[in-house]
């Protein structure tokens, strides 16, 4: 059974940075692609970053202060966060998918972690 457990949220205030973990239970060479999600309080479940071999793919406010990475040997996936802002607030998901569309739609990805959260003070 697939496993992800994301790790490293917590609080910090606006223009700090944080490193976000997603830990796999089997190898990530195996995966398709690979997204970190966010969700909000009362918003929907929206992407930041998708990577995959061919590209990675940046969405929204994210670009230019995100970057995501991966380590094979560890089986893990990472999200490095920078100037972050007050809107960044929220549960962060790592997910990841098997074959598929490689996009922005969260159903289309199989294999999904508890989250973990970030919040960003003013």
């Known amino acids: 059974q697939v496993q992800l457990v994301e790790s490293g949220g917590g609080s910090v205030q606006a223009g700090g940075s944080l490193r976000l973990s997603c830990a796999a239970s089997?190898?990530?060479?195996?995966?398709?692609?690979m997204a970190w999600f966010r969700q909000a309080p009362g918003k929907e479940r929206e992407v930041g970053v998708i990577i995959s071999n061919a590209r990675t793919t940046f969405v929204g406010s994210v670009e230019g202060r995100f970057a995501i990475s991966r380590d094979y040997p560890k089986n893990t996936l990472y999200l490095q966060m920078n100037s972050l802002k007050p809107a960044d607030s929220a549960t962060y998901y790592c997910a990841a998918m098997k074959s598929g569309i490689c996009g922005v739609v969260p159903g289309y990805y199989h294999y999904w972690g508890q989250g973990t959260q970030v919040t960003v003070s003013s």
């Open positions: 089997t190898s990530i060479a195996t995966y398709f692609c």
